[in-house]
């Protein structure tokens, strides 16, 4: 069975910094990995999300992930977060070659930034 | 281009009851998957619904139903609500068979069970 673990529940950090959020999977196959993120009282929207070829993906805001193959990784970077970066990030994956088959999602990194 | 719409987006029932959630899929999208978000947790797959067949179904009982309409639309019934159904019930939709797209998601409906 696929799983997701997200290494962080909570981080706070103060603008400027930067942010790395830890992505960990167990799937058995071609994956398919993607960052979404929740702001408050809104719907779950796309950061980034990696099918093939360069493992650095850009996404938007700012925002990008590194997919390591060997460490069954994931991680999400952002060089300088700023105030509206406060949010929940959910790390997902799901396998095969069809992206909207049914995603197994981590248990989120509740970020908040200080001003 | 409306995105993905669900409806009510507050409900609040009784133990026991049954509730119907609804959901209209993003224009262009044919695949609806329902998850559960319980409070300070991911969401979970509920199941996936494609030519008005599931097409794949996580860990929830049978008391979970759904159905989809010949236009996409997507209902999510929960039968003999427990305390434990209240959470964040979301919706997503895709294209099945491209590779190369993602689930849209609505905004979500709160069932509150008491």
């Known amino acids: 069975a696929q799983s997701v673990s997200q290494h962080n529940h909570h981080v706070i950090l103060s603008e400027a910094a930067s942010l790395e959020l830890g992505c960990n999977y167990s799937?058995?196959?071609?994956?398919?990995l993607f960052w979404y993120v929740q702001y408050p009282g809104q719907h779950l929207q796309l950061l980034l999300k990696?099918?093939?070829?360069?493992?650095l993906v850009k996404g938007i805001k700012g925002f990008e992930a590194e997919f390591i193959k060997s460490k069954f990784s994931f991680n999400l970077r952002k060089p300088s977060v700023q105030w509206s970066d406060t949010a929940e990030y959910f790390c997902?994956?799901?396998?095969?070659?069809?992206?909207?088959?049914?995603?197994?999602f981590g248990g989120g990194t509740r970020l908040m930034v200080k001003p | 281009d409306a995105g993905v719409t669900q409806s009510p987006t507050h409900l609040i029932k009784t133990r026991g009851q049954q509730v119907t959630l609804r959901c209209s899929p993003k224009?262009?999208?044919?695949?609806v998957s329902w998850y559960q978000q319980a409070l300070g947790q991911g969401p979970q797959f509920i199941f996936q619904?494609?030519?008005?067949?599931?097409?794949q179904r996580g860990n929830f009982p049978d008391r979970f139903s759904g159905h989809q309409f010949p236009n996409y639309s997507s209902e999510l019934n929960v039968n003999a609500l427990l305390l434990g159904d209240s959470a964040l019930y979301l919706c997503?939709?895709?294209?099945?068979?491209?590779?190369?797209?993602?689930?849209?998601f609505g905004q979500g409906t709160r069932l509150t069970v008491v």
């Open positions: 997902a994956v799901n396998g095969g070659n069809n992206a909207g088959n049914m995603l197994t």
């Open positions: 799937y058995g196959g071609t994956v398919n």
């Open positions: 997503a939709s895709s294209i099945l068979g491209r590779a190369d797209t993602e689930a849209f």
């Open positions: 619904y494609y030519e008005e067949e599931e097409r």
């Open positions: 990696y099918f093939s070829g360069d493992p």
């Open positions: 224009s262009g999208h044919d695949t």
